[in-house]
């Protein structure tokens, strides 16, 4: 059974940075991807960042380029998610996900066959 841990979220300020972390266990990922994506209340969910696990390519959202950083240490099966100049607009709940979704789908909730629980991040003003 697979799973994914989520953690190092919080409360921070405009400007601060956070890093995300989602610990995967339960198998190892050769194959896919990994990736983030963010929910805010009454809104759809929302792809960040992707990370190819075979050959480490990254693909970004438009809105969290230069910003956002996705980056895998594979020996602990654990990726992360650098966010800096955080914005009131990035509030949301933060998910990670993993599958053996193809590059063209791997910005798409459905390509993504495995889901963390969440962490909250919250930017206040």
């Known amino acids: 059974q697979v799973q994914l841990v989520e953690s190092g979220g919080g409360l921070v300020q405009v400007g601060d940075s956070l890093r995300l972390s989602c610990e995967a266990s339960?198998?190892?990922?050769?194959?896919?991807?990994m990736a983030w994506f963010r929910q805010a209340p009454g809104k759809e969910r929302e792809f960040l960042a992707a990370?190819?696990?075979?050959?480490?390519?990254?693909k970004y959202a438009d809105i969290v380029k230069g910003r956002f950083f996705i980056s895998l240490n594979s020996a602990k099966n654990t990726g992360y998610l650098q966010m800096n100049s955080l914005k009131p607009e990035d509030t949301a709940l933060y998910y990670c996900?993993?599958?053996?979704?193809?590059?063209?789908?791997?910005?798409?909730?459905?390509?993504?066959?495995?889901w963390g629980q969440g962490t909250q991040v919250t930017v206040s003003s």
């Open positions: 996900a993993a599958g053996n979704t193809i590059w063209g789908n791997i910005g798409s909730v459905s390509g993504y066959s495995y």
């Open positions: 990370l190819r696990w075979s050959n480490s390519n990254t």
């Open positions: 339960g198998r190892s990922f050769s194959s896919g991807a």
